[in-house]
């Protein structure tokens, strides 16, 4: 059983004591493998900083779970945490991408990896945009005002200088 029915299977991942993901997991991605559901999630710590969990999947039921994060931050653009990831497999290749946030901007960024177990962080592949930017540019096309009310909100709320947002 590879789809679930959360009505009558309820919760598949809850947090543990684990310090990587007390506070929270979510978000998951998955992909089979090995007649197994290898899932990949976001969790989150105490100090609320995010990183990419582990399990895997038999059906509904947990059959092997990671005690350390296979991915987590370690440059500038992932400082405040890696979010959100999803995962595809081309050519052999498996490809994880995830939200960056390093406490001001979230941006996109991707790690490959060919067994689901090593991972090599690639880096950003989202545009460095300043929001100021793209809403000159979307002005000129004279979109509705719901458009521009988060980056408006951003800039004045987190910082001028914020980047255009990709989650």
Same mark, same amino acid.
């Given at each position: 059983q590879l789809i679930f029915?959360?009505? &009558?299977?309820?919760?598949? /991942?809850?947090?543990?004591?684990?310090?990587?993901?007390r506070r929270a997991v979510l978000?998951?991605?998955?992909?089979?493998?090995?007649?197994?559901?290898?899932?990949? $999630? #976001?969790?989150? &710590?105490?100090d609320n900083i995010s990183s990419i969990g582990y399990c895997a999947l038999r059906g509904a039921e947990i059959v092997s779970r990671s005690? #350390? %994060?296979?991915? $987590? %931050?370690?440059?500038d653009y992932e400082s405040r945490? /890696?979010?959100? %990831?999803?995962?595809? /497999?081309?050519?052999?290749? $498996?490809y994880l991408l995830y939200t960056a946030y390093d406490g001001q901007n979230a941006r996109v960024a991707y790690a490959e990896s060919r067994d689901l177990v090593k991972f090599e962080k690639k880096g950003l592949i989202s545009p460095s945009l300043k929001y100021a930017e793209v809403l000159a540019r979307l002005n000129r096309v004279k979109l509705p005002e719901k458009y521009f009310w988060y980056g408006e909100h951003y800039r004045q709320v987190i910082?001028?200088?914020?980047?255009l947002w990709e989650k």
């Open positions: 029915d959360l009505r &009558s299977e309820g919760k598949i /991942l809850e947090k543990t004591n684990q310090p990587f993901e978000n998951p991605t998955g992909v089979v493998k090995d007649e197994l559901v290898r899932m990949f $999630y #976001r969790a989150i &710590s105490d005690d #350390r %994060p296979p991915l $987590y %931050p370690e440059f945490g /890696l979010e959100d %990831p999803r995962l595809v /497999l081309i050519d052999d290749i $498996y910082a001028e200088d914020i980047l």
